[in-house]
């Protein structure tokens, strides 16, 4: 499950970020599938984290805002809220994980223990979950100047023609034409702006490696996962 997945180099010790690909199969839960098919393989998703030491996973079903949900309270199991596109823990053996097709997947990790997973695209950047994941890090004590930011796989700006509504959003300016966007661009602007202690960006496109990855795009009803550990096993 887990070896499939595209890991996240450059974390820091005890936190582990994975993207997942199509070799270990579609993780929405809105495609065309069977209940059971797609259960079984979040099944075996747990049962990989596990081995990790995560003995718990926070997931939600995502609505393209900026609202970032904070998880500090003790359980184990999964839990999927509704209407959060980030989680936030410094809760060890837990994993957070956000869907994406397209979309960017942010991983934030502190050295001393708390990590953050977002759910990026136009209108979470435009909506900044970024600056809103990292005020909530920062609130528990873990300031953005010490925090490692990685943006995952996702569409890359010569892939993603969006309108004019779209860029205006995005950037902050009036725009009347149709354009190309690289959110990743945006949001890594966005964590500079911040000076966080590290950025690095994946290479990979969703669209342009369809073969890898599930793209919106692209026409597939499939989704990936980015998943981060805290406190996985080195």
Not at 25 to 44: C, H, K, N, P, Y
């Amino acid at each position: 499950m887990l070896s499939s997945a595209v890991e996240v180099e450059g974390l820091p010790d005890g936190i582990r970020g994975w993207t997942t690909t199509r070799a270990a199969g579609s993780f929405g839960l809105g495609s065309g599938e069977s209940v059971g098919a797609v259960m079984d393989r979040w099944s075996a998703l747990q049962d990989a984290l596990a081995t990790v030491g995560a003995t718990s996973l926070a997931t939600a079903s995502q609505v393209h805002e900026g609202t970032v949900a904070i998880h500090n309270a003790s359980w184990t199991g999964w839990l999927r809220q509704r209407g959060v596109d980030g989680h936030v823990t410094t809760i060890r053996g837990r994993a957070l994980a956000v869907t994406v097709a397209d979309c960017t997947p942010v991983f934030v990790a502190h050295p001393d223990g708390a990590v953050a997973a977002l759910h990026a695209g136009w209108r979470g950047t435009a909506a900044r979950i970024l600056d809103v994941g990292l005020d909530a890090m920062e609130a528990l004590g873990f300031p953005a100047a010490e925090c490692a930011v990685h943006l995952g796989p996702a569409i890359c700006g010569a892939c993603y023609e969006v309108g004019p509504e779209v860029l205006s959003a995005v950037t902050g300016r009036a725009v009347d034409h149709k354009g190309l966007l690289d959110v990743r661009e945006v949001l890594a602007q966005q964590a500079t702006d911040r000076r966080v202690h590290a950025l690095t960006v994946a290479q990979a496109c969703t669209r342009c490696q369809n073969d890898r990855f599930y793209s919106h795009r692209a026409g597939d009803a499939g989704r990936q996962l980015g998943i981060i550990v805290l406190g996985a096993s080195q």
